[in-house]
């Protein structure tokens, strides 16, 4: 697996999801992998996709992904972080503020590690600041790497899987030099070099082998939606 020098971030848009569950879907296109100081030398609450999808009828996949460039070799040994709350927020009213919250944690650490999902629910705390776990009971717990839950109400799975973001990033600095790291194969040339990116066929993914950590909640949708509203926004946060 190619991975990149540590001091080499992607620096892409922030991720959001925005859903009709009836008629046309609205998609954002975007992907943030070590996009800070912070989350470089903390991985594991660097979210780097959000995905939010329909599947069977009347049912939507949400998915997190965190945890960039886990090789193969980590793969196995690899969990998520007890100490992190990892929340999915949706928003029926279309004010851009969460009326409901999926709360996401985890115990003990490796494979034997269990995740806990509670929710959804309205929180009682909105927006980024002052989030606290629910107290209450969870609707799907289990260990890590397993599908839980029950194919009518809320399914979860959470484990380590391949990355499915592309990016060509050698020809992405070609484009923005600017955004080179200051060292390293990739820190030539300081200017522009090309204007576009290279087809399908030449294009290389320098996240090809790469992994994350996905957590993957299916539930009905009616679980998100109120008043008749089929329109909601997604997103999802990792905080301490």
Known sequence: MHT?????????AAVLGVAALTGAWQFVQASDHQDTADVELNPTQDMTDFYAFPTTAGRIALVLNSHPFISPAEA???????????????????DALEDLVLQVTFSGTGANQKVFVRGPFAPTVRGAMQNVV???????TGAINTTLGSTSGMQVYAGVRDEPFF???????RILPDRRPGTGPLSTPST????????VGQAVNVLNG???????????????????????GLWGTISR
């Open 4 to 12: 990149p020098s540590r001091t080499v971030r992607l620096g892409l």
């Open 76 to 94: 196995a040994s690899s969990s998520f972080d007890p100490n992190l709350l990892y929340q999915i927020k949706i928003d029926n009213t279309g």
């Open 192 to 199: 522009a070099t090309a204007s576009a990116f290279r087809p």
């Open 210 to 232: 790469a992994n994350v950590a996905s957590l993957v909640i299916e539930l009905p949708t009616a679980q998100l939606t109120a008043g008749g509203n089929a329109k909601i």
């Open 134 to 140: 629910s107290s209450m009971e969870p609707a799907v």
């Open 167 to 173: 990016i060509d990033l050698e020809q992405f600095f």
